[in-house]
């Protein structure tokens, strides 16, 4: 005996892939979210005020302990663990280095030279039309890699990707030179203004981009499932004179 699928089953089907739908995680919060960008910021608020009037063992020492019980307050909340242990990692690898160095603006040195790493990886990922933004948000999101054959959709990325190239060569040559100059604390304030306010900006023309690029695969997939759906204008033609 054959069972039919009843509407209820359709609809509840229908209720799960809207949920999933509803479930992805954001650009912003694949990121850490608003909290874990403004987070990023505390240890470095710590960080120069203590320096100044303590020094750097102290200062070190603080920007860890903000680290560490910023990284605890998201576990307790239950948030992403990535976010959390990553910046823990980074704040003790910064500190790591100024230790070495005997300087707090060692703190800063990994930031200004990995900036320019990624803006140097943004640029060739783009040259090699293999554009990171794309590369990363369909690999995260474990989504095919069709938009790269579609030119639209490629340049969609392109853009998102020079916008986030533009970001780290402004962060490396800005704060390279307050480095040389040795200005901690400008170097500290530098690093505030031009983290979390410049991410929220290009993240809103990588959404931007995203959405455009999305379109453009949907268009080109349509246009192709259109194109094989039409019969061939010989065939009707040889039908007709049967």
């Known amino acids: 005996m054959t069972h039919s699928s009843s509407p209820q089953s359709s609809q509840d089907a229908k209720n799960l892939d809207a949920n999933e739908s509803q479930a992805e995680p954001t650009l912003l919060e694949q990121m850490g979210g608003l909290s874990g960008l403004v987070s990023a910021t505390l240890p470095v608020l710590v960080l120069i005020p203590v320096n100044n009037f303590f020094g750097l063992g102290p200062a070190l020492a603080a920007a860890l302990g903000v680290a560490v019980a910023i990284a605890i307050w998201r576990v307790l909340r239950k948030e992403t ?8 990692l ?9 230790w070495f160095t005997g300087d707090a603006k060692g703190y800063f040195l990994y930031g200004i030279w990995m900036s320019l790493a990624l ?5 060739l990922s783009i040259l090699f039309r293999w554009p990171a933004v794309g590369v990363i948000w369909k690999g995260i999101n474990g989504e095919e ?10 340049r969609a990325y392109a853009i998102a990707t020079g916008g986030w ?17 040795d200005a901690t604390t400008a170097l500290g304030v530098t690093r505030i203004l031009m983290g979390w306010p410049l991410t929220l900006l290009v993240t809103a ?6 959405r455009r690029a999305d379109t453009a695969v949907e268009e080109a997939t349509g246009a192709g499932e259109r194109t094989q759906a039409q019969p061939e204008p010989l065939q009707e033609a040889e039908v007709e004179n049967d």
Do not use: E
């Open 81 to 88: 663990l990535q976010p959390a242990i990553s910046g823990l």
């Open 90 to 98: 980074g704040v003790a690898l910064c500190a790591a280095i100024a």
């Open 119 to 123: 803006c140097i990886a943004a640029v």
């Open 145 to 154: 890699m069709q938009w790269q054959k579609i030119t639209p959709a490629r």
């Open 165 to 181: 190239a533009v970001i780290f060569l402004a962060r490396f040559i800005v704060q390279r030179a307050i480095y040389d100059a």
């Open 205 to 210: 023309l990588t959404v931007w981009m995203v």
